[in-house]
């Protein structure tokens, strides 16, 4: 069907972006000694997993969805991401994720420069990294 676009939560440069069929299965099992880093997502015993959209888009045959997977691990702890799935079908007709975004919940924030009294930067806080945006006008 084309290039594998899957961008899983918990990857890191350089290994970020999974665009083969071989990578992408890495992350969920493991195993692939190419991917050192890819332990397998899905055999970390996960006990449940919530999937809330926030947005179906439909136009023709492909479907895109946008949301939050929540995902209980065997502690109780539950974590949850955001998450991008785009789906078409196959020519058998089976419905496939030909785009896969997920990554942790970015919190919105505005900081204070130092030594000015006022705010005026908007910071984005992703995973613990601040993306220090333009100033609004």
């Known amino acids: 069907m084309g290039a594998v676009l899957f961008k899983p939560t918990l990857t890191v440069a350089p290994q970020t972006f999974c665009t083969t ?16 880093k ?5 055999l970390k015993g996960w006990t449940k997993c919530d999937i809330a959209n ?11 969805t946008m949301g939050n997977v929540s995902i209980t691990g065997k502690d109780g702890k539950i974590t ?14 089976k419905l496939r994720i030909v785009v896969h975004h997920s990554s942790f ?3 919105g924030s505005w900081v204070q420069r130092r030594g000015r009294a006022r705010i005026d930067k ?16």
């Open 122 to 137: 908007p910071v984005l806080t992703c995973a613990g990294i601040c993306l220090f945006l333009p100033a609004m006008v």
């Open 105 to 107: 919940p970015c919190t």
């Open 38 to 42: 890819d332990t397998g997502f899905a």
């Open 21 to 36: 069929r071989a990578g992408a299965l890495a992350c969920f099992v493991g195993g692939d000694t190419a991917l050192p």
């Open 80 to 93: 949850t991401v955001d998450r991008t799935w785009r789906f078409v079908k196959d020519d058998a007709g």
């Open 54 to 64: 926030s947005a179906i888009f439909i136009a023709g045959d492909p479907a895109t």
